[in-house]
């Protein structure tokens, strides 16, 4: 994704957030308007609907962005690529930071379903498919891409919406490192199901959707053992997060705001030990929250998973 990133084509900024186009979109939304010519009687329809298309997935991309920021995460980019849409996203490393962040993507299209259902009835009410065959057709279709882009999201295979809410809840229980290795494992046999079933229809795209989920999961995993191995670390006693009581690992996991040294924060007492910089607020590496590192101590400590 990196990659894709710098090939991408800045459109606009929104409330903070950059959204950008990759070029190979106008490639493949020219064979998709092509393919469905005979839909419309004039293609300006169909490129209508191609674009209906892709404002829904921005929108619901936005919703993404817009939830993480509620969390305290960062959120300022949104790549449109053919399989879809990227929202660049980092919230909190906790389960509720993360759940709603995830969710708030398919919560638009939730959103925008009576709206389009009732502009779909009053259109067949209206008589619009004598009338205005065209606009008809655009609402129906739009109103059915909206339901399927909501349905396809919610399937329980990471790293779609539905496998990170899964993992989002899973991660209550079984904690961060856990919760990705049992969504990423679903994720596999998710895969294993729509590469048969894109065989069995001849469906390119889902083939190619179904590879995309394979690299991320095998991604997915590969993190998974990373937090695995990150919670296994040797910790300091005698710290504490205020917020979650985990106590800190041994190491140079901080990095000063200001030369980008990376230092044990929790050794010079938050400050930078090759610019001499002090960083007032201490960020745990389990939860995400930032406090003094003053008031790490003094808590009770909890090992985390």
């Known amino acids: 994704m990196a990659n894709f990133r710098k090939q991408s084509i800045h459109l606009f900024r929104l409330a903070g957030i950059d959204v950008s186009l990759h070029w190979s979109w106008f490639l493949v939304a020219l064979y998709e308007i092509s393919a469905r010519s005979g839909s419309y009687s004039s293609p300006i329809w169909n490129v209508l609907e191609y674009l209906a298309l892709f404002a829904i997935v921005t929108m619901h991309e936005f919703g993404h962005a817009l939830a993480c920021r509620q969390t305290g995460g960062k959120a300022d980019h949104i790549m449109l690529w053919p399989l879809g ?49 065209n606009v008809y057709t655009l609402v129906q279709t739009v109103a059915f891409i909206n339901i399927v882009l909501l349905v396809f999201n919610l399937l329980p295979i990471y790293p779609l919406d539905g496998g990170q809410i899964l993992r989002s809840l899973l991660w209550f229980g079984l904690g961060r490192a856990r919760s990705l290795g049992v969504a990423t494992a679903i994720g596999f046999a998710g895969v294993v199901a729509m590469l048969g ?58 990095k000063c705001s200001h030369c980008q040294t990376r230092y044990d924060t929790f050794l010079t007492q938050a400050v930078c030990p090759h610019c001499g910089a002090h960083e007032a607020m201490t960020q745990c590496a389990d939860c995400g929250r930032s406090s003094p590192v003053g008031d790490w101590s003094g808590h009770t400590i909890l090992s985390p998973r």
Not at 99 to 122: K, M, R, T
Not at 222 to 236: D, E, I, M, V, Y
């Open 85 to 133: 849409g990227v929202a660049y996203v980092n919230p909190p490393p906790r389960p509720g930071a993360t759940l709603w962040s995830i969710a708030a993507g398919p919560l638009v299209n939730v959103a925008l379903y009576p709206v389009l259902l009732a502009l779909s009835l009053w259109s067949r009410s209206q008589g619009w498919a004598l009338t205005m065959p």
């Open 197 to 254: 079933f894109a065989f069995w229809t001849k469906d390119f795209w889902l083939g190619l959707i179904a590879i995309f989920v394979l690299m991320s999961c095998w991604g997915g995993l590969q993190q998974a053992r990373a937090l695995s191995r990150f919670a296994k670390l040797p910790r300091r006693a005698e710290f504490a997060c205020p917020a979650c009581k985990s106590s800190p690992p041994l190491g140079a996991f901080w």
